[in-house]
Structure formats: C-alpha cells, structure tokens
C-alpha cells in the first residue's frame, strides 16, 4: 500500500508534499533537475524573480517624481510591508490545507488558489473578492509585462514601432501555455533572478561611469500628484506576492515558506535602491519624461545585453503573472485536473486574448503601474490578507487551535492583530485614496497626451526631412 502510495504522488503534477521528498534522491535526471523545483531554494529564486522584473527600469522615474530620500524609505517601508502580507497568505494556505487534509481532501491533481483560501476560511462572498480582485491584478500585471518587452527592445531595434513590437511579444509569451505549473518553474527562476541581477548591477554601474547630465536637477518632490505616483509604483513593486498560494502549493514543505519572501525582499533591495539611486543621481529631472531607465543610458554592447535579458526575464514574469489565470480558467471550463499538457495548453489560449488587446489599449509604460498598484494591489495583496487573518482567527478557539501562530518576535496574537490594523488603514488611505488620485490624474494625462493605442508611446519625434 505504501509503494502505490509513493507512485500516485510521483506521478501529480501539482501538490508534491512532504512524503515525496524520500523519492527525490532516486530521480536525478536532467529533466528532473531542470523541470521539477519544490524546494525552498526553487520557492525563494521565484519569490525573488517575480518581484523585480520590469519594474526595475521604472523606479528611477519614481526617484523622479518623489525625491531620492523618499524613495529609499518607501522601498524599504514598502518591501518589509509586502513581506508581511505574504507570510499572512502563507500561514491562511497552511490553515486550510490543514483543516481539508483532516477532512481527507486529495489535492494530488489540484492546485489550491488564494480565492479557494479565502472560500475555505471566510466563505463564498470572500471568495468572490479574492477572485476578481486577484485576477484582475494578475491580468494588468500581464499586460504590463507585455507592454515593458515592446519598450525595451525598441532601444536596440526602432525600425518598428513599439505597438507593432507589442503584437510580436504577444505572439511570444502566449507560449506559456505550455508550462503546467510553478513546480515546473525552477530553470526559469534561476535565470530570470540572473537576468534582472545583471540589469540592476549595469544600470547602476552604467549610471556611475556616465555621470552627471550638464545642468543636472533633482526638483522632486514638486506635486503632491507627482509624489503619490511615484509612492504608488514602490507599492506596486513589492507587491509581487498574489502568486505566494500557487509557489506554495508547487513546494514538497509548504510550511518552509513563511519566512521566504522576507529573504527575497532583503535581496532584491540590493538591485532597486542602488540602481534607483545612480541613475536618477546621473540624470535627474529628465526622468519625468523618460519612464523607461534605458532610454537614457548611451547605447552600447553592455546596454543591448541588458535589454536582451530584460526581454527574456518578462517572458518568463509574464508566465508568472498569467498562470494563475490559466489554472482559473481551467477550472471554470473543466480541464484542470487533464494530464496532457497539449490539450490544457490549447485551453489556456483564450486567456492570453484579452491581455494582448489591452497591452494595445494602454501602451503607458510606467504610469500603468501605479495605477495598478493603487486600484489593484492595495487589496490583493495587502488589506484582503491582512483582513481575512483578522476574521480567521477572531475567536479563541480558532487561535488555540491554529496551525501556525504568530512569531513572539511582533507580540504573539495582539501584536499581529495591531500589525494588521495599521496595514489596512495605511493602505486604504495612503495607498488606495491618495495614491488612486495621484496615478488616475496621471494616467488620464497620458491618454490626453498620447491617446489610446498610441502607436510609439515616448518615442523620439522623427528626424526633420530635408
């Protein structure tokens, strides 16, 4: 019984647990290697990857917008914020795979989602939030990727425009389909983290080795507008975390997750505040009109690299992104517990549709992202969490028998609850009110500016015919 046991785990696809880790040291192919992650190395390389990705070479133009010493606290205030909200979500999937495994729930050829968290826990109108709240960032954050891959390579190759660039990369990353689950992640994770490391390490570097533009100005901050734009893009980037159920879920110890994305924010802080800081050091208020870092930066070998790399990384981000809304949508037609990869790759098609249309629509690289940080991100990721651990544990009985308590380290029961509060009102005020004033006001300029599916959105105007 136990050898069949041990072969229907090794044969899921999702949902590899504790008992599948004996099994591991008899499977050291190359597939294996390359393909099968669960550990909590494979976990931090696809925390840390998926929080910085394009998001990089906008956080200059936030520097811009909000001043040097601004941006610094808030990246870091914002990054131990997002890590918190993310051991929230860690310890509700803990709670209810616990309370359904007692229940003697099979999770062998399902993928739990934060929206089944919160069903399971809070009931079907909490269900009904995470769900749109959750997909709906998860969408924008496609399509932001999609709309960063066309501004990027415009920079090495301007022979076509950057929406013309934007149905190439559409194409590209609906190959995703392809790639069942985040457990399948773990070469990706690595090169996408190695990627991004390399970008970060040659924006400031290349920064340095320019220097200062002639007449360099660092105004920022001069509007309350500007400034909150600027705040909602930090909020925005550390709040990578609305994927957290689905790496969970694709680990052999889910419980090893809890202190993980703390690890990865600790450092991805050594990518975005250097770079942030050299290059809006060496070119200053020009960063208000240049949302993207590499427009700046001289063209050379080592900035083509860069891009190159970038390009690749927001393939691999934007599977991080939309594979959650693949396994809803496999859900909502039936075919998610099908184990042929072709016939769930052709389910998953419809998915990528709406995200190329929209990448179309609102080409705006840059204020796109702080208006999804304020509209969407703030309740994703950051009061739902916070609030439904409240709700979850708000008897005694819950919090006697809970499956992870709080660390000692915040006070135990009180400290999370005041913890919770202080996020919640935090981001309901600064975040969602100001910040979705100041993001809106800025991203309706851009549409007055430019319009909707502006052709070569912040490119050069063309040199004059003779």
């Not at 893009?233 to 790496?247: D, K, P, R, W």
């Not at 009061?383 to 709700?391: F, Q």
Request: hydrophobic share 45%; charged share 10%.
């Amino acid at each position: 019984m136990k050898q069949i046991l041990k072969m229907s785990i090794k044969e899921t696809e999702e949902g590899i647990m504790e008992n599948e880790v004996e099994e591991r040291g008899d499977d050291l192919s190359m597939k294996s290697f390359l393909w099968h992650g669960g550990s909590v190395y494979d976990a931090w390389f696809s925390c840390a990857s998926n929080q910085v990705a394009q998001v990089l070479l906008t956080l200059p133009y936030s520097f811009s917008q909000m001043g040097m010493a601004s941006g610094v606290i808030l990246q870091i205030f914002y990054g131990f914020m997002g890590s918190w909200t993310a051991y929230l979500i860690s310890v509700l999937y803990v709670e209810y795979r616990s309370r359904k495994e007692k229940q003697n729930v099979n999770f062998n050829n399902h993928v739990i989602q934060w929206f089944e968290v919160l069903d399971g826990l809070l009931g079907p109108y909490w269900k009904a939030i995470g769900l749109t709240f959750n997909c709906t960032f998860l969408l924008f954050g496609s399509v932001i990727q999609l709309i960063a891959c066309a501004s990027n390579i415009y920079y090495i190759n301007d022979k076509l425009d950057k929406r013309t660039w934007t149905y190439i990369f559409g194409a590209c990353c609906a190959t995703t389909v392809f790639i069942p689950s985040f457990h399948n992640y773990r070469i990706w994770s690595f090169l996408g983290l190695g990627m991004t490391t390399y970008t970060a390490w040659y924006l400031t570097i290349a920064a340095l080795v320019h220097g200062q533009v002639e007449g360099v100005t660092h105004s920022g901050p001069t509007k309350l507008v500007l400034y909150f734009t600027g705040a909602t893009n930090i909020l925005y980037t550390f709040g990578g975390h609305a994927v957290t159920v689905e790496i969970m879920h694709a680990m052999w110890k889910p419980r090893k997750f809890k202190y993980i994305y703390l690890m990865a924010t600790l450092y991805v802080f050594t990518l975005t505040i250097p770079s942030a800081i050299s290059v809006y050091w060496a070119f200053g208020d020009q960063l208000l009109t240049h949302a993207n870092a590499f427009s700046l930066l001289p063209n050379s070998p080592w900035r083509d690299a860069a891009v190159i790399l970038m390009l690749i990384h927001q393939f691999i981000t934007f599977g991080y992104a939309c594979t959650p809304l693949y396994f809803v949508w496999e859900k909502v037609v039936g075919m998610h517990e099908t184990n042929s990869i072709l016939i769930r790759a052709v389910t998953r098609l419809p998915v990528v549709i709406p995200i190329w249309f929209l990448a179309i629509i609102f080409p705006f690289f840059g204020p796109i992202n702080s208006a999804v940080g304020a509209l969407l991100v703030t309740f994703t990721v950051y009061i739902i969490p916070s609030l439904a651990h409240i709700l979850t544990y708000r008897s005694a009985y819950s919090r006697q028998n809970a499956a992870e308590k709080p660390p000692a380290l915040i006070g135990g029961w009180r400290g999370a609850y005041v913890v919770n509060v202080l996020v919640v009102v935090w981001v309901l005020v600064v975040g969602f009110g100001l910040g979705g004033w100041a993001s809106m006001t800025n991203f309706i300029k851009q549409v007055d500016t430019f319009g909707l599916f502006a052709k070569c959105y912040q490119c050069p105007p063309p040199p004059p015919h003779h």
